[in-house]
C-alpha cells in the first residue's frame, strides 16, 4: 500500500495542489491536522478533505478545533497575534458545516498499514493537540512511545519540522508542514509509507501565487491587512519568524545552516558509509558524548557542499573564541537543561496544582535565561553574520508582547504565590487547613523550659521529609484545601498555565540545540590544544584541487593514546600543480593506515566548517568521499578476496566525479599490493 502522510496544510490549497500532483498514485492519505489558519484557501482545503472520506483517516489539529469551536489555539507567545487574525479570516469563509466537520474529527488515532501498528497524532500521545515533541527530546520521546502502546510508527505534526528517526523498535516520523514549513525550504513538505518504509519528500509550488492569494484577502481593520501581509512575506522569505502585537518582525534562521536543505538533510541523516573506515564514528562519539541530550550526531553527518555556508561556520567558531562569550552562552545552556529538567518532571507528576507548578518554575527558569543572555551578549563584540543576527532576533523577542507578557505574569504569580501561608492542625487522625493567623510559635519556649533537663546527647525525633519530587496523597489533599482558601490566586495558575503552555520560543530552542555543536568540538579541541597540538582554519577551495596540511594527524587515534600517554606522530603532505595522487608505501605498523585515514579525516572535517588538525591547511571540497579499507570475510559471500576487492573498487570508480575524494588502504592483498592512494 502507498499512504501519502501529510500534516499542517494551514490554507495553502497551492502547496496542497502540489503534493497531490506529486504523488498520484496514493491509495490511502494519512492528515495530521491543521487544514485551516495561515493561508489563502481554507474553503478549498476543507472541502477536499471532506471529500477524501473512506479514503482518509484524517485528524484535528490545534487550529482545526480552534477556528471551528472559536477557541485558543494555544500557540507559543510569538504567533498568537497571527493565529487570531487568520483564525478571524478562516471562520468568515467556512460554512457551518465544515465547521462541524473540523470539530468531529479525532487528534489521536490507532490504525494499521499493511498490518503495522500505527499511532498518528497531531502533536504527541500526551497531549494530542498542543505538545512540541522535539527532535532531540529523547527522554520525551521515551514518554510518548510508552503513552501510545510501543507502536511500530509514530507519526506526528505540529512541529512543521520533517523528522523520520528510527528510536529502539519505534520508528518516529513527522511529515513536515505542507503549507508552512519552518525548516527554511520553501517547498512542501510530506511523507509518503510504500512497502513498510517512510520516506520523507518535498514537492515545489509557486510560493508568490500563494503570498499574493494572501495579499489580496485583506478584508478589515488595517491591523488585520497588517497581519495577513506579513504571513504574504512570510510564505516568500520562508525563513523562520515570530511576529508580536506591536507588529514588530524578528528574523533568524539558524546558527548552523544558511539553507533550508541544508538542515533538512540534518534532520534525517545518517552516518556516511566510509565513517567507520576512516574512525570518524569514534571521533563523533567522542565529541557527543557530553552531549546526548542534544542529539547532535546528525549535524555531523551533514557535510555542506558549499564555501560560504562553511565562512558562517568559522566565522561562529571565531566569535566563540572569546572566552566572555562562550561562558554567556555556557550559563544559558545551563539554565535551558534546568528548565527541560523541570518540564520534563513535570510530565512525570499526577497531581494538577504541582504539575502546574513546576511548569511555572520552568518558565520562570526561562525568561530569566533569555533576560540574561540579551543581556550579556549585547555587551559582545559579535563579527559572525549568525550570531549577529541571532543577537537582533533575541532583542527583537525580547521586548515582543509575547515575551514581556509571559514574563509579567510568570513574575506576578510567583510572587503571588509566596504570599500563602497557612496551618494544618491534626487530631484523631485526620486534619484541618486553615490560613494562618500570625498564630505564636512555642517551638522555641518549649526547647528552652526543657533545656535544663537535657543530659548529653539524646535520639532526635524530628522526621525527615522525602526528598521525591512526587507528593504523597495527603500532601495532595492539603494542597488542595489551600487552593480553596485561595481561589484567585490558583485561579490565576489555571489560567496561565492553558495559556502559556507552549511558551517556548522555537526559534530560541533550536539556537540552544544547534550552538551545542559548536561548543562540544570546541571542548573536544581542547584537550589537544592543552598538550600543545595545533588546530586551524583551512583554507577550502572548490576549484584548485592543490592541498596541504602542516602538523596534522589522526584526531582519533590521538583521543586514544592520551589515556595511554603515547606520542602521537604529526605528518605534512601536499599536492602541487596536477599532481592528484598520494602513493604511500613502507614497512607493517608504519603509519600508512593512520596516514591514509588523517587524510580522509582532514577533508570531511572541514566540509562540516570545523577546524582541522594541523598548523596550517588548504584542502578540497568534494562532492563525494569513498574509502576501500579491508573487510573480515564474509561467509555467505562465495566471491574470493581478489574478486571482492575488484568489484568494490569498481563500484567507486563507477560513482566518483573527477572532484571526488578515494581513499585506497591495503588493496589487492592477494597480490601482496598493499598501497595506499589518497
Given at each position: ?584 608505501s613502507g614497512p607493517n605498523q608504519g603509519g600508512k593506515t593512520t596516514f591514509a585515514r588523517a587524510f580522509g579525516q582532514l577533508h570531511y572535517l572541514a566540509s562540516l566548517g570545523c577546524l582541522v588538525p594541523g598548523r596550517e591547511a588548504r584542502l578540497f571540497l568534494f562532492d563525494q568521499l569513498f574509502t576501500h579499507f579491508e573487510m573480515e570475510e564474509d561467509i555467505e559471500n562465495l566471491r574470493g578476496k581478489l574478486q571482492d576487492d575488484l568489484i568494490r573498487i569498481h563500484q567507486i570508480l563507477k560513482q566518483a566525479t573527477s572532484n571526488s575524494i578515494v581513499v585506497l588502504n591495503e588493496i589487492l592483498p592477494p597480490l601482496r599490493y598493499k598501497t595506499r592512494f589518497s
Open positions: 500500500m502507498k499512504v501519502l502522510i501529510l500534516s499542517d496544510v494551514h490554507a495553502n490549497r497551492a502547496a496542497l495542489d502540489a503534493v497531490l500532483a506529486a504523488e498520484p498514485e496514493t491509495e490511502k492519505v494519512l492528515c495530521l491536522g491543521d487544514l485551516v489558519a495561515y493561508g489563502p484557501n481554507p474553503v478549498e482545503c476543507v472541502e477536499w478533505a471532506m471529500r477524501k472520506g473512506a479514503d482518509a483517516w484524517l485528524l484535528q489539529g490545534n487550529h482545526d478545533r480552534a477556528v471551528a469551536k472559536n477557541e485558543d489555539p494555544r500557540c507559543s507567545p510569538p504567533y498568537r497575534h497571527l493565529a487570531k487574525v487568520t483564525h478571524g479570516f478562516s471562520r468568515s469563509l467556512l460554512s457551518g458545516g465544515m465547521c462541524t466537520f473540523l470539530g468531529n474529527l479525532e487528534p489521536l488515532i490507532s490504525l494499521q498499514i499493511d498490518g503495522t501498528r500505527c499511532t498518528a497524532c497531531h502533536a504527541a500521545p500526551s497531549d494530542p493537540l498542543y505538545r512540541y515533541l522535539r527532535v532531540s527530546g529523547t527522554e520525551q520521546l521515551e514518554h510518548e512511545l510508552e503513552i501510545a502502546g510501543h507502536p511500530d510508527f509514530l507519526f506526528f505534526g505540529h512541529t512543521h519540522w520533517p523528522m523520520n528517526r528510527r528510536f529502539g523498535k519505534a520508528v518516529v516520523v513527522n511529515p513536515g508542514s505542507v503549507g508552512q514549513p519552518k525548516d527554511g525550504d520553501a517547498r512542501a513538505a510530506y511523507a509518503v509509507w510504500q512497502n513498510g518504509e517512510v520516506q520523507l519528500r518535498r514537492a515545489a509550488y509557486n510560493v508568490e501565487e500563494t503570498a499574493q492569494a494572501l495579499a489580496r484577502n485583506r478584508p478589515g481593520s488595517g491591523r488585520y491587512r497588517s497581519a495577513l501581509s506579513r504571513v504574504a512575506h512570510w510564505r516568500r522569505t520562508t525563513v523562520v519568524k515570530a511576529f508580536s502585537m506591536d507588529n514588530s518582525t524578528m528574523t533568524f534562521f539558524s546558527i548552523l545552516f544558511q539553507r533550508g536543505e541544508d538542515r533538512s538533510r540534518a534532520q534525517t541523516a545518517q552516518a556516511p558509509d566510509f565513517f567507520h573506515d576512516l574512525n570518524l564514528d569514534q571521533i563523533v562519539d567522542a565529541i557527543t558524548a557530553s552531549k546526548e541530550e542534544y542529539n547532535l550526531k546528525s549535524y555531523f553527518y551533514t557535510p555542506l557542499n558549499d564555501i560560504d555556508a562553511i565562512t558562517y561556520r568559522h566565522e561562529v567558531w571565531q566569535d566563540l573564541e572569546d572566552p566572555i562569550l562562550l561562558k554567556h552562552i555556557n550559563s544559558f545552556a545551563r539554565k535551558m537543561g534546568s528548565m527541560r529538567a523541570e518540564l520534563t518532571q513535570a510530565d512525570k507528576l499526577y497531581y494538577k496544582y504541582q504539575k502546574q507548578r513546576w511548569l511555572l518554575s520552568a518558565a520562570g527558569i526561562y525568561c530569566d535565561a533569555i533576560d540574561s543572555l540579551a543581556a550579556d551578549v549585547s555587551l559582545v563584540d559579535l563579527k559572525s553574520r549568525g550570531l549577529l543576527a541571532f543577537r537582533d532576533y533575541l532583542m527583537a523577542y525580547l521586548k515582543s508582547e509575547g515575551f514581556t507578557s509571559l514574563r509579567a505574569e510568570t513574575e506576578q504569580l510567583q510572587a503571588d504565590l509566596s504570599t500563602i501561608k497557612y496551618s494544618v492542625l491534626i487530631k484523631n487522625g485526620g486534619f484541618k487547613v486553615r490560613k494562618y493567623n500570625s498564630e505564636n510559635d512555642y517551638s522555641l519556649e518549649v526547647e528552652e523550659t526543657f533545656a535544663k533537663f537535657k543530659q548529653g546527647a539524646v535520639k532526635n525525633y524530628r522526621i525527615t521529609f522525602s526528598e521525591w519530587a512526587e507528593m504523597n496523597h495527603v500532601e495532595a489533599k492539603v494542597l488542595d484545601y489551600v487552593a480553596l482558601l485561595y481561589p484567585e490566586i490558583f485561579s490565576s495558575l489555571d489560567a496561565y498555565c492553558q495559556k502559556n503552555r507552549n511558551y517556548l520560543d522555537e526559534t530560541i530552542t533550536v539556537f540552544d540545540r544547534e550552538i551545542q555543536f559548536y561548543i562540544a568540538y570546541l571542548e573536544h579541541l581542547e584537550i589537544f590544544k592543552r598538550t600543545g597540538f595545533s588546530f586551524c582554519y583551512p583554507r577550502i577551495s572548490e576549484r584548485s584541487k592543490e592541498v596541504y596540511d602542516y602538523e596534522g594527524f589522526d584526531l582519533a587515534l590521538a583521543y586514544r593514546l592520551r589515556s595511554e600517554k603515547s606520542p602521537v606522530v604529526c605528518n605534512d603532505f601536499y599536492l602541487k600543480d596536477r599532481e592528484r595522487i598520494l602513493v604511500v
